[in-house]
């Protein structure tokens, strides 16, 4: 008889593609950035502010986000999401001439939009797994990856034909389309089909389903009481922000070498390409060697690469950099739920999660504004990169503390 495939893996798949919309319209601003710079006569805090104050507001409203999709429709949520983040970019395509009104645009409705998918649906993810969390996690998330590899590169084939303008009115309506399809695959927990995580065979008591540990957890004011929470909340925020340096960035430094657009927006792309081996391979590493020693490793791995950016002057130096930039930080991106679901279950994960990520949000300011801003005082990209590599073992000693200071139980 054939094998029924167990619906936990629809839910990845919907989350999968919705990630890759949302983020593939998001870091496809890499590929607009020198189009906007010309159209608007700006510098590159100036862009690179859009960017960042679009991220922080999605990662704070990720928090109320996470929090709600406890209680209510996750496929909602999502649906709602995916239509602010299609307005979004279509508004913005109608700014004018207007630098304010754009940021204004794109920032608010964009940030919104990505806040109302992105934390429910990676949150709904982890409460369909258990055994198999870390693999079902980097399958969702490498959504993230490929939506950054797609995304700039399309939107740089895209304005080879027509305007920016244009482009972003061609990403409204792709990612409307595509995106309510998505959000409709996310059912919120395997008990409402009445299943059981991982697939696995469901009790003769049927009462036996609701009991499961995967329900387990604490509350968000439990876990910020603790110090556990705050060392991981610095090591997710110090390790992001070079993360948003080499996304928002690394096409300006290839195109200041000289190299062609075509060639900076496929760096941006290769840092997707990147991600996705990241999230699929790295996350079945982390179910066999434990998912905070993987996250140690790869957050000291983040700070030579960070130097090899330094010190490249051309393409292909910068394509192996992007790469292995990419996985690396794939593998820490797919790895933080599952660090978070162990330390502090999954019964309150969405609030929890919500929270954590407001780090991610404050280090696109520092990735992207106030990297910008260093580079048009001091005229070089060296400072911000290699600050970014320092803080990404200051990322990792942060992590070695949370698991120091833990007195949790692992949840399952």
């Known amino acids: 008889m054939k094998r029924k495939i167990f619906a936990g893996w629809f839910v ?19 590929a607009f950035f020198s189009r906007l710079q010309a159209s608007y006569g700006a510098g590159n805090f100036s862009v690179a502010s859009a960017f960042s104050l679009s991220a922080l507001i999605y ?15 996750t496929r909602l949520l999502a649906g709602g999401g995916i239509l602010l983040l299609a307005s979004g970019f279509f508004a913005a395509s109608l700014a004018g001439s207007s630098l304010q009104l754009f940021i204004l645009l794109f920032c608010c409705l964009t940030g919104l939009g990505i806040g109302l998918v992105y934390v429910p649906a990676v949150t709904t993810v ?3 797994f258990i ?7 980097g399958l969702t998330l490498a959504g993230t990856g490929l939506g950054t590899f797609i995304g700039p590169v399309v939107a740089g084939l895209l304005m080879q034909h027509f305007s920016w303008p244009v482009t972003m009115r061609i990403f409204s309506l792709v ?39 995967a329900a387990a957890g604490m509350a968000l004011g439990e876990a910020v009481r603790g110090a556990t929470f705050w060392w991981f909340f610095a090591a997710i925020l110090l390790g992001s922000v070079c993360l948003f340096l080499g996304l928002v960035h690394i096409g300006p430094f290839a195109s200041g070498l000289g190299i062609a657009p075509a060639g900076a927006n496929l760096l941006i792309g290769l840092i997707g390409a ?19 020693r993987l996250l140690s ?48 279950g999954t019964a ?24 910008g801003l260093m580079v048009d005082l001091s005229g070089s990209y060296s400072l911000p990169i290699a600050l970014g590599a320092g803080l990404n073992l200051l990322a990792a000693a942060c992590l070695l503390l949370a698991r120091r200071n833990s007195n949790l139980k692992m949840y399952p």
């Open 12 to 30: 990845v798949l919907g989350a999968h593609v919705l990630l890759a919309l949302i983020f593939g319209g998001a870091y496809s601003f890499g």
């Open 59 to 73: 990662y704070t409203v990720g928090a109320f986000a996470g929090a709600l999709a406890d209680r209510f429709s």
């Open 126 to 128: 982890q409460r369909w």
């Open 131 to 137: 055994r198999q969390r870390s693999k079902a996690s």
């Open 175 to 213: 990612i409307a389309v595509f995106g309510l399809a998505a959000a409709f695959l996310l059912h919120p927990r395997p008990a409402a089909l009445g299943l059981l995580p991982d697939g696995e065979a469901v009790p003769a008591d049927p009462a036996h389903v609701l009991a499961r540990p």
């Open 274 to 292: 990147g991600n996705v081996g990241g999230r699929l391979f790295l996350g079945p590493v982390g179910d066999r060697i434990g998912v905070v």
């Open 297 to 344: 490793i790869l957050l000291l791995l983040l700070a030579p690469l960070n130097l090899l950016w330094l010190f490249s002057a051309a393409f292909w130096p910068l394509a192996l950099f992007a790469v292995l930039f990419g996985i690396a930080n794939g593998g820490c991106i797919s790895l933080f739920p599952a660090v978070a679901a162990g330390w502090f």
């Open 348 to 371: 309150r994960l969405g609030a929890i999660l919500g929270a954590l990520y407001i780090s991610v949000g404050i280090a696109a300011l520092g990735g992207g504004s106030l990297g």
